[in-house]
C-alpha cells in the first residue's frame, strides 16, 4: 500500500521559512515524478512544484518561482520544498503527490498524479 506522509508544517511570519517533507511508502520511488501542491479554505487545489525522477527536472509555479526549491532524495524516499520569503497568500495546506511516469517528466496536472498525501498546514502571518 503506497503512503506519503508530509511533516514540517507550521505558523510562521511574514518572511519567514519552512522546509516541508514528504516520505514515500513506494517501492519504486525513483520511478516517480513527485508534485507539492496547495488548497485554500474555499479555493480549488494549486500546483506549487514538481520534480522529475531522476531530479533532474524542475518547474515551479510563478507565485513561488525564485522563493521555493523543490528536491528529492531517492535513497531516503523522500522530497521536499523548502520555502523562504513566506507571504500570507501562500497559507494553505501543503499536498505532497506521486506520479508514475516517463524520466525526465514533470506535471501541474492534479489529475496525473496517483498518490496523495494527507497534507500539512501552512499559516504564514501577516
Known amino acids: 500500500q503506497v503512503q506519503l506522509v508530509e511533516s514540517g508544517g507550521g505558523l510562521v511570519p511574514t518572511g519567514g521559512s519552512l522546509r516541508l517533507s514528504c516520505a514515500a511508502s513506494?517501492?519504486?520511488?525513483?520511478?516517480?515524478?513527485m508534485g507539492w501542491f496547495r488548497q485554500a479554505p474555499g479555493k480549488e487545489r494549486e500546483f506549487v512544484a514538481a520534480?522529475?525522477?531522476?531530479?533532474?527536472?524542475?518547474d515551479y509555479a510563478d507565485s513561488v518561482k525564485g522563493r521555493f526549491t523543490i528536491s528529492r532524495d531517492n535513497a531516503k524516499k523522500s522530497v521536499y520544498l523548502q520555502m523562504n520569503s513566506l507571504k500570507p497568500e501562500d497559507t494553505a495546506v501543503y499536498f505532497c503527490?506521486?506520479?508514475?511516469?516517463?524520466?525526465?517528466?514533470?506535471?501541474?496536472?492534479?489529475?496525473?498524479?496517483?498518490?496523495w498525501g494527507q497534507g500539512t498546514q501552512v499559516t504564514v502571518s501577516s
Open positions: 520534480i522529475s525522477s531522476s531530479g533532474g527536472g524542475t
Open positions: 503527490a506521486a506520479a508514475a511516469v516517463s524520466l525526465g517528466y514533470t506535471s501541474r496536472r492534479v489529475s496525473r498524479y496517483d498518490y
Open positions: 513506494i517501492r519504486t520511488f525513483s520511478n516517480y515524478a
